[in-house]
């Protein structure tokens, strides 16, 4: 499944870099947006490749790679755009990921003898009992839920295009504009609606419902949520207060930009293989804790201080440290408390539940930004954000970021108990065992 669709990926890169309007530009996204679903297969390759004791390095390897190849697209982007134009930015791209493909073809197979009897990673702590089992698991897994995947694009499209149209609105207070944005906020709540009644009666669900609402994977995927969705919303725009002209941005080009998020890049590549070790050695709860306190406390420093490059610069590394420590401690409590057979389900969720937060985030940047312009001094083309703009977005990440502290705290008693129960099971069939052997 990687392999196909890689393909589809590669078919889109070229796509986007012969774009000459923006439809067709849109529609080769959508395919390069096909191919960003290679992200859960490969979580699930991971957990089928690694031992248990190495999964969290595995895990943060590929996290690592994941947020520093984001930013190193920013780096390396920046220069091609300023010599060679953006349609260079995309045609860049096609040789190293034909060479990718070649060798995940040559390299990667997949592990015929992995089976639920030889991995120790069954259902979750708590009496199997309550692990409500799909129907899923009967159904042919040629199955694909076309009514759940068109429900659930409905409820994101829907949701999104409501934020960008009260952000691109010039008169908010307009009968049109209050009657297209409760359209289709009503449209995103109804179709939500649907996909949940979808979910319930489909013998092959795109997410299974259970897992969403287990115990213990629910408040880590909110977790998971929130942290694409803060990143993104100020990974988006960092570049727009770089470049915007001065007084209200720093006036700077692609490559400036570039250097001010090299911080958040060198931690991520440095910190996220670390989270890796460190949460194999304490487990991936503590890292998480850790992880939502010092990312709530660079962005609430962020908040507070970014009025230069340097300031900024320095605020994203810390950032990126809470980052690095939560994508590695949360994923990896998804991978241990789901059972194997639902494995790339429950990892295809998380991502989807990332990439969500990940759309959501630069949606609301997007609307402070728009909600909030000036006209800058010397420069006749249009308004810019106003710093006031840049305040709203800082402090609308350190605020939800902060909430992802209570859902630690709230998982972590949750895991506890579920420890607790599981031991006690354990002593009590360890008490039947040696009363039957009496007998």
């Known amino acids: 499944m990687v392999l196909i669709i890689f393909i589809i990926y590669i078919i889109g890169i070229p796509a986007g870099g012969l774009s000459n309007n923006i439809t067709f530009l849109v529609i080769s996204r959508v395919i390069q947006g096909i191919g960003i679903s ?37 780096a390396v982007g920046g220069i091609i755009i300023n010599n060679f134009g953006w349609h260079a930015t995309f045609l860049s791209i096609v040789p190293v990921a034909i060479i990718l493909w070649v060798v995940i073809n040559r390299f990667i197979r997949d592990n015929k003898a992995v089976s639920e009897t030889t991995i120790s990673l069954g259902h979750p702590p708590g009496t199997k009992s309550s692990w409500k089992q799909s129907n899923a698991t009967t159904k042919s897994a040629s199955s694909i839920d076309l009514k759940g995947a068109v429900t659930l694009a409905v409820t994101i499209v829907s949701f999104l295009l409501a934020i960008t149209y009260v952000g691109n609105s010039t008169n908010l207070n307009s009968s049109s504009t209050k009657t297209t944005v409760v359209s289709l906020g009503l449209l995103s709540v109804g179709s939500l609606t649907l ?28 977790v998971i949520v929130i942290f694409g969705m803060t990143m993104f919303m100020v990974y988006q725009t960092i570049p727009i207060l770089v470049r915007s002209p001065q007084p209200l941005g720093f006036g700077g080009d692609a490559v400036s930009t570039a250097m001010v998020q090299l911080p958040f890049m060198i931690v991520n590549l440095v910190f996220a293989p670390s989270s890796g070790f460190i949460v194999s050695k304490i487990g991936n709860l503590k890292p998480t804790v850790a992880g939502t306190l010092i990312m709530t406390i660079g962005f609430f420093s962020l908040f507070m201080f970014h009025s230069t490059e340097i300031t900024v ?20 409590i998804t991978m241990e408390y789901t059972p194997l057979k639902f494995s790339g389900v429950s990892l295809g969720m998380s991502v989807v539940l990332f990439l969500i937060g990940s759309s959501i985030g630069p949606a609301m940047a997007g609307l402070y930004m728009q909600t909030h312009q000036e006209l800058a001094k010397g420069v006749t083309t249009g308004s810019f954000p106003s710093p006031i703009s840049y305040n709203l977005i800082f402090l609308t990440a350190a605020l939800i970021s902060a909430i992802s502290i209570t859902l630690v705290i709230f998982l972590r008693r949750r895991i506890t108990h579920s420890e607790s129960t599981l031991k006690l099971e354990m002593e009590a069939s360890s008490m039947k065992q040696r009363r039957d052997e009496v007998v």
């Open 38 to 74: 290679m992200f859960p297969i490969a979580f699930g390759i991971i957990r089928d490749q690694l031992p248990r004791e190495k999964l969290a390095v595995g895990v943060g390897v590929f996290s690592s790679m994941f947020a520093a190849g984001s930013v190193v697209g920013l």
């Open 195 to 222: 996909f949940v009644m979808i979910e319930k009666k489909a013998l092959s669900p795109l997410i299974e419902l259970s897992l969403i609402a287990h115990k213990v994977l629910l408040p880590a995927n909110i």
């Open 313 to 332: 610069a320095i605020n994203l590394a810390i950032v990126a440290a809470g980052i690095s420590l939560i994508q590695v401690g949360a994923f990896s």
